[in-house]
């Protein structure tokens, strides 16, 4: 599966931002999919994602009721919806997914990130 970010940026505080991440490849094995951030020094952090069996969700306290994480199942793309921003937001935002069979058993892929920064 292969990754490709888009839609990072430079916003206020207080303005939103929707970034893209469009999935390729052995799509139908995927089994998760989200979107963590990290900032220099710093460990990367799960923000938010989905279950594709059944949509359910998960979101990282910071951002609950500011960040939504949605899926458009047709056409393989994950969304996250980020309202409220705020200067702490700022990060390398990466998607992520985890997909694989039986056969293949279970395996990561990560986008190449994209920036996103708020000023305040």
């Known amino acids: 599966v292969q990754l490709v970010e888009s839609g990072g940026g430079v916003v206020q505080a207080g303005e939103s931002l929707r970034l893209s991440c469009a999935a390729s490849?052995?799509?139908?094995?995927?089994?998760?999919m989200g979107w963590y951030r990290q900032t220099p020094g710093s460990q990367r952090e799960v923000v938010a994602s989905?279950?594709?069996?059944?949509?359910?969700?998960n979101d990282a306290e910071s951002v609950k009721d500011r960040f939504t994480i949605d899926m458009d199942y047709a056409r393989d793309i994950v969304f996250l919806q980020m309202n409220s921003l705020r200067s702490e937001d700022t990060a390398v935002y990466f998607c992520?997914?985890?997909?694989?069979?039986?056969?293949?058993?279970?395996?990561?892929?990560w986008g190449q990130g994209t920036q996103v920064t708020v000023s305040s």
């Open positions: 989905i279950m594709l069996h059944n949509g359910a969700e």
């Open positions: 490849g052995s799509t139908s094995s995927i089994k998760r």
């Open positions: 992520s997914a985890l997909w694989g069979t039986v056969e293949t058993g279970l395996k990561d892929s």
